[in-house]
């Protein structure tokens, strides 16, 4: 619960008469006799739960302090106090309220005991006409004094029931709190405070603190004062932080659970409030969310002005990063800090640079204003051109990943392409998926054209280069999802580990069947000594074959099984066939398994082409290393062996 209301009203002397606890700490405090920093505190409540309150100062001067404390408030307790009735920070502060979403709420008519009842029952009457067509509308209103007591425990019972009514917070996804204190405890190190804006989080494990990405770890966490071993939505909590220096920590940054990407732009819709002057196309003003406060230039993208009391779309261009999730609310001043003028919500956290008001950014934009998170989604989705993994996703919209998993593939609009499963899928835009298949396919055709000999194409890890995705493994992963699917559309064929295109016919004339002749006989001719490449190239050439055309042949020929290659060696396959046999029927005589000099005498070879031999079957699974040795391999069947041994 927050207090809100104009200056001396009564605020921080009625959170005292409620809880004991004094939030002016502050000697300045003491001395102007007004709040000026935010203060806090806590209700206990009959059936055990806890109330924290976050208590506001009531001067304009420290409007931004207020707006800070408002954001993390569940319900607000507007305080009037009854001698002056409603005043200029009681409206800005319900104005606040409002733009920041807060739904529930109790007006406290304070000093009560300085009116009779005709002026109490005229001051509710003009509260009921001040609160109508407000989230306050129809709200307890219940009279008290700070100063006598007079009806704290009716208040109290209020509160109670009110807390029981309002919204629970979401406790799972992503942990965000906004920093409004920093300070050393002697033997502790750094403390920072804060209203806990979502998820959970544990004594004992890392954090960041953004901007920057910097990581923390949570050495121990307070909840209202009171040692805990974790936080969640809707908790005033304190963190003990340690990893960095107090000098690090700045107000308006935040602790979160997970590395959030920062943005300098905002997509978002604002209202403006009553009775303040119209924004023109292009303005300034003072952005507040969380304790993060700018100076912002706003870009209206439809229609030329916004007038007093209406809503329209605009894009915030922030002069330092801030870390905000779709459906943040915030509130602007003018940038003269002399007023409150309106609010607003966040649509696109990492929306692209609208230089242009285009009507079809508009209509995405009025899409996006819904705040549902599959239309967040396509629309991050469709920022990415190779699209975009699940984890990527998630941190893009700064939510959890299991919250984008939950997303059906039909709630997506526009037909979202799923690329791969599990958590490995990857998401794409369907003129971004046309794209990347078009231009997949034309890599290919290019490679068969420039291969007419050889049936395989592409790789995962070549397209991966030529497609620009991701480098590394999740880059790999990307680009493999992309071609299996071409696969199971039939667009493409697998062949080996590279993938061709489904049409795609080695086609070969007389000529060069011949050619392939040559070649292969003069292999053959080598035996176990394998040719010298350039002993086969002078070979070629006399046959009328260029160096050129004799990579086409060699390729198509070890395509063909004709054919082994091996770290540019190449033997025929009938020499490989003798080698594999004759290896089996020993290491069948032989269970203890032979040595790499061993099998080298058995086929009357040398040492390099017996470990290419060694590879090979290990890979075929003819054969299994064992220290030193080969022995016989669990290939395919249990009569596998024998069959080897028979051919």
Known sequence: MGTAGHVDHGKTALVKALTGIDCDTHEEEKRR???INLGFAHLPLANGDTVGIIDVPGHRDFVHTMVAGAQGMDFVLMVIAADEGVMPQTREHLQICEALGIARGIVAVNKADLADDPALAAAGQRIREFTKGTFLEGCPIVNVSAKSGYGILELTAVIGEVARQAAQRHTSGVFRMYIDRIFSVSGFGTVVTGSVKGGSLRAGVTAWLLPGAKEVRVRRMERYGVEAQDVVAGDRASLNLVGLSKEEFVRGMLVADRPLAATALLDATIRLFSGVKPLPVWSQATFITGTFEAQVKIHLMDGSGLSAGESELAQIHLPSPCVAQSQDTFVLRA???EATIGGGTVIDPHPLHHRRRRGSVVRQLKDLASGKLPQLAAAEIHKHPCGIGLAALAEALNVAPQDIDAIDKEDFPGGTVVLGSGDGRFLVSPPHFDALVSRTKRTIADFHAANPLSESGRNAEEMQGILGMA???EGRRHSQALLERLVSDGELRRWGHTYSLATHAVSISKQ????CAVVEQYVLACGMQA???ADLSAHAKRAGIDDKRLRHLLKFLASSRVLYAAEGTYLHSSIVDKCRNALCAELARRPEGLTV??????????RKLCLMLYSLFDAEGITERRGDVR????????????KWIKD
């Open 335 to 337: 940038s003269s800090g």
């Open 512 to 515: 060069e069947q011949d050619q």
């Open 471 to 473: 480098e590394g493994e």
């Open 33 to 35: 006799g007004i709040t």
């Open 597 to 606: 000099a061993q099998f080298r005498d058995l086929v009357s070879g040398n």
């Open 531 to 533: 040719p010298v490449m």
């Open 631 to 642: 022995v016989l391999g669990r290939i395919h069947h249990g009569d596998t062996e024998k």
